[in-house]
């Protein structure tokens, strides 16, 4: 056995790609030799492990073309972009088109073997962030360079990098086996990072074409360094905003002061009762939903590594704070909060004025857990702060946007196979987290094709997405790879529901 | 005595001052006639009653000079009106001179007669408020015109009209009787308008030469209409500043929401129970010192005209609110207070914005009634907000600036004496009213040289004071002279000590 490993492991060192010295896929190579069932498996992570290299090479292709949706200046290479992904489909065996929009263009592809079989959709986008400021970039940001293991480029892991890896598994699958366990169709989007409108648009428009039994994004992270993670729960969100008017104009605190209400001091009240001394919200009803974890995900939330000391450090504060009776990574992904995000009203400048503000603005957002509704969320909390209004204080509450929270059930049959996948290639089985916010893509997928989302990040959080010197590790990319092409194989064993 | 009023009428009547057909002076006529023990006074009645258009040409010599202390272009003018003043003093009677200070000027003149006499301190300003927005006025500001019995310019009643009609009811008094029944003392100063220094330090420095037994300042208004006031108490204030800081840049509110405190939730909490539902300040021990109003005095203010629905008109609000047990006048002038002056932190811009502040600050005022300490107001208020501190949230106090509240004892023999002053003058006593800001001449008065301050107002709140078209009605100018000049009478007659 030991003989074995260390054959495939020089067979496929890579001393450029991995100048790092960390070696890669020990663990599928195991697995694979050891359960004979696995013989069409084999050979698809024996041919991606022999073309590391190759599949570096043409992510850097990917990563040289500057598609920065945000831009209007680079259409041309959001084009070429959308042109590029379409090429790459088609040489991984997809048949693959461009759906232009009124933004920038969506690329589509699909093999579609057997309509018994599964049908993942996978998704990706191909735009990235600007790379603004461009000083702090060790090196261009659309000139790949690899440096110590990783690979630096804008859009290496942010989603560029992450994407490609199912383009290189289904194109393994493809040139070894002549098929692929499953079917799948591949959308990739221009407009992640722009906020674009078009995707659900398209979404909408194209129910059948998109039909299928499972999502698959890998637009999320590992938990940690060399700990793989499933995100199976996302919070909702809802935004609004409370507008407080009371006198005409600002009036002078000494000769009006105590015959008329303050906006500013009304707004402090009706918005300070909002979270209690003990870190709950206190909104009536607010909690009557609220799915709590189960003793199940506590337990593994506690096993979770997490020292409070580097937390408070990353954050630069001296303290947590929150919700009696829950740790604080569970408070930050799996429970409902409510926060100001913004208050405003009165004199703003150096030093005392003596006035009664006229106006008093706060903007709030409470995230939400699953079964939350935000409708009757943004209800609630209307009518909290409206009934603490006092008398001569106009009411305006403005209602931004609202989402519901995602869960995928940790013991659904598709996440158990997608544990499989990634435990073969990262070598041990990933941890189950939810993150605390929302991903606007996986709502649409849940509300308009009704499908629910597998988020199997290859990443980490510390490979600086939307800063300088965005980056991946090969190791990350390569295990995603891997990751991807046995993620096929297990989902087929899926039964269909 | 219809006949006598008659006569006196006719013969003061002047058409080109009293163009509105009103008619004055007819109950100090009445009076003086009727008694007369106060032979003294009639003839300066009557010499002023016969000099109203002289006073009013010199008033518009006065008003002509653009004394604007905030602009230091008026640096000639300021001097040029010291110089106007100290002249007129000269001609009053008074012995005059000008102070230098490293601002403006300071005119002081005094008369005195018998030490065994009471000794009066008048203070005034002769600076002005700058006349912007030019356009605004329908006669130039400082090119005095009279329309419709009142007179239009920049001064006219804050303070150059009210200070005025000193000097001249002191010029009549020595020009019809060679003497003042009592010692007077005049202090005008400069630099009322622009927040000058310079007052106090010619307070502190000139202890002896200011001795008195009261002041005399009218720079405030008449109740209403027709209803003369003296001003019997004055609310102080406090004014700080809380500043929250919690993490050390504004965070994600989706992957952080719940994990630590929101400075802005922090802040609303500590600010938000300042002020009861109630309208009761709630910081602990803040009514311990509180004075409240007399049985009588709330009688007095329970009989002033006070209409709801104008006041609402005038600050543009749909109700009044504050401190239950108190009618609003009562509030707004001898209740204390708490206002947040101004607040923010976060995000301010349109629309929503996921973050949780790194910081949040608000600005806090206190008014304070007779017997508060500002100290000990600050130290509770201070004491109160930091024991809602929640973990994790730095947290600063910035005190500004503090001043005890002021109150002329209802019952004082020198407030009773000018009560009759004014009842001559005006034809009806005068209401005793406090006031909800603060003047700090009075306090300075209170505290440098230990007098208390007779405020009497002879011009009213619809002057348009610090605004375009200024103005002072011919009808106040004239009976605040009148007035004046029987308040020497008056004042001589109380017990000094």
Redesign the interface.
């Known amino acids: 056995m030991t003989a074995v490993l260390q054959f495939d492991v020089r067979k496929n060192r890579c001393p450029r790609v991995c100048d790092s010295g960390r070696l890669v896929c020990y663990a599928p190579v195991f697995r694979w030799l050891l359960f004979p069932q696995d013989v069409q498996m084999q050979p698809v992570l024996d041919f991606l492990n022999a073309r590391q290299q190759t599949a570096l090479d043409e992510l850097c292709q990917f990563l040289r073309i500057p598609s920065i949706s945000a831009d209007s200046a680079y259409k041309p290479q959001m084009n070429e972009c959308a042109e590029w992904v379409r090429a790459s489909m088609t040489a991984a065996g997809l048949t693959a088109t461009i759906y232009p929009t009124d933004g920038h263009p969506i690329v589509y592809g699909e093999r579609l073997r057997d309509p018994s079989l599964p049908t993942v959709l996978v998704y990706g986008h191909y735009d990235v962030q600007p790379p603004d400021p461009l000083n702090l970039w060790t090196s261009p940001a659309f000139e790949p360079q690899v440096r110590e293991g990783k690979l630096f480029a804008r859009g290496a892991t942010d989603d560029k990098g992450q994407l490609f890896t199912h383009l290189k598994s289904i194109e393994a699958w493809v040139k070894v086996n002549g098929e692929l366990p499953v079917n799948v169709k591949v959308l990739i989007e221009g407009e992640e990072e722009c906020g674009g409108v078009h995707l659900d648009h398209f979404l909408e428009t194209h129910r059948d074409l998109l039909k299928a039994d499972v999502a698959v994004v890998s637009d999320t992270s590992q938990y940690g360094d060399g700990i793989p993670a499933i995100t199976c729960g996302l ?1 909702g ?1 809802v ?3 409370v507008r407080l008017k ?4 600002d ?12 906006p ?2 009304a ?9 209690g ?1 003990d ?1 709950r919200v206190q909104i009536p009803g607010f909690y009557d939903d609220v799915d709590d974890l189960t003793p199940a995900e506590r337990a593994q939330y506690a096993k979770l590594p997490f020292t409070e000391a580097s ?1 408070l450090k990353e ?9 009696a009776g829950w740790s ?1 990574l569970e ?2 992904t799996a ?15 150096e ?7 006229s106006k ?4 709030i ?1 409470c ?1 939400l857990v699953p079964r939350m509704n935000p409708h009757k969320v943004l209800d609630q909390l209307e009518a909290y702060l409206k009934s ?1 209004c ?5 009411f305006e509450f403005k209602r ?2 609202g989402c519901e929270a995602f869960v995928f059930d940790p013991t659904s049959d598709w996440l158990v196979a997608a544990g499989r996948a990634v435990e073969t290639a990262f070598g041990q089985p990933p941890v189950l987290v939810r ?4 991903i606007p893509v996986v709502l649409s997928l849940k509300q308009i094709l009704g499908l629910n989302t597998l988020l199997l990040g290859w990443g980490r959080n510390t490979d600086n997405l939307h800063s300088p010197d965005e980056h991946i590790h090969l190791q990350d990319f390569h295990r995603g790879t891997l990751a991807s092409a046995c993620l096929w194989k297990e989902l087929a064993t899926v039964p269909r529901g």
Chains 1, 2 share one sequence.
């Not at 009371?246 to 104009?249: A, H, L, T």
């Not at 009036?251 to 303050?262: D, E, M, T, V």
């Open positions: 919070r969100i935004a609004a905003e009371g006198p005409s104009k009036l002078h605190s000494g000769i009006y002061g105590g015959s008329i209400a303050n500013v001091n707004l402090t009240r009706m918005c300070g009762t909002l979270v001394a870190g937390f954050v630069g504060s001296s303290a947590t704070f929150g919700e604080t408070r930050r429970r409902p909060t409510c926060d100001i995000n913004g208050i405003f009203g009165g004199y703003t400048g030093g005392p004025k003596t006035i009664i503000p008093a603005t706060a903007k957002t995230r603490q006092p008398a001569g204080i106009e931004f946007h993150e605390g916010g929302s």
